[in-house]
């Protein structure tokens, strides 16, 4: 963790069990911040003050090159939600959901999901964004595949944990993922065209 997003360097070790309690029952001084941001009062520079985690691992100074080990976890972030706490009943039932909370907006959700290798986080950031779209229609910030994403500590007192939850191995590749688009994206040829053309006549 880090002392808030302002800070980059001087960073202090927490287990996650101990992360999961202090998202149940926050130090005072993090719980004031959150009420006034649920309450609307400047909520960007409000959240700049909060404590701020990096699931993804240890780290030296926040950001991707100062990754000392890996954590096997990453998180989702999704936003802008109507009723958060709707979806979070859904993927407290999820296979992949470990841990599941409230951002500090009170309109979003953190998941944290374990993955099978670390050293491909990114091709499972991809293929897990793949599979919330197919299985939720769920649009994930894809912003937060970074291993050095921050996540500002927040508050939900019916925080999920599941240790039992299944390790997600699924992966896409950035080249895969753009060969995917571009397929989606190919126009339809001359003779295509035709035969749309022609079944359209038959009609």
């Known amino acids: 963790?880090?002392?808030?997003?302002?800070?980059?360097?001087?960073?202090?070790?927490?287990?996650?069990?101990?992360?999961?309690?202090?998202?149940?029952?926050?130090?005072?001084?993090?719980?004031?911040?959150?009420?006034?941001?649920?309450?609307?009062?400047?909520?960007?520079?409000?959240?700049?003050?909060?404590?701020?985690?990096?699931?993804?691992?240890?780290?030296?100074?926040?950001?991707?090159?100062?990754?000392?080990?890996?954590?096997?976890?990453?998180?989702?972030?999704?936003?802008?939600?109507?009723?958060?706490?709707?979806?979070?009943?859904?993927?407290?039932?999820?296979?992949?959901?470990?841990?599941?909370?409230?951002?500090?907006?009170?309109?979003?959700?953190?998941?944290?999901?374990?993955?099978?290798?670390?050293?491909r986080h990114r091709d499972h950031y991809r293929a897990f964004v793949k599979y919330y779209d197919k299985q939720y229609g769920l649009i994930v910030d894809s912003t937060s595949i970074n291993e050095s994403r921050a996540c500002y500590e927040s508050y939900d007192p019916d925080i999920i944990y599941k240790p039992s939850a299944k390790v997600f191995g699924a992966m896409l590749s950035e080249q895969a993922e753009k060969q995917e688009v571009k397929v989606a994206e190919a126009p339809t040829t001359d003779y295509e065209q035709l035969n749309i053309a022609a079944r359209m006549i038959r009609k």
């Open 1 to 119: 963790m880090f002392k808030n997003v302002t800070t980059p360097t001087e960073p202090f070790l927490v287990t996650v069990e101990k992360v999961i309690g202090r998202i149940q029952s926050p130090p005072s001084s993090t719980l004031g911040l959150i009420s006034k941001i649920r309450e609307g009062k400047s909520n960007k520079q409000l959240k700049q003050e909060l404590p701020v985690i990096l699931w993804s691992g240890i780290f030296s100074a926040r950001n991707d090159s100062s990754l000392e080990e890996h954590s096997g976890l990453f998180v989702i972030d999704i936003d802008g939600l109507e009723n958060p706490e709707e979806l979070k009943s859904t993927l407290a039932h999820d296979d992949y959901t470990l841990i599941c909370f409230t951002s500090p907006s009170g309109n979003g959700l953190k998941i944290i999901v374990q993955i099978s290798n670390p050293e």
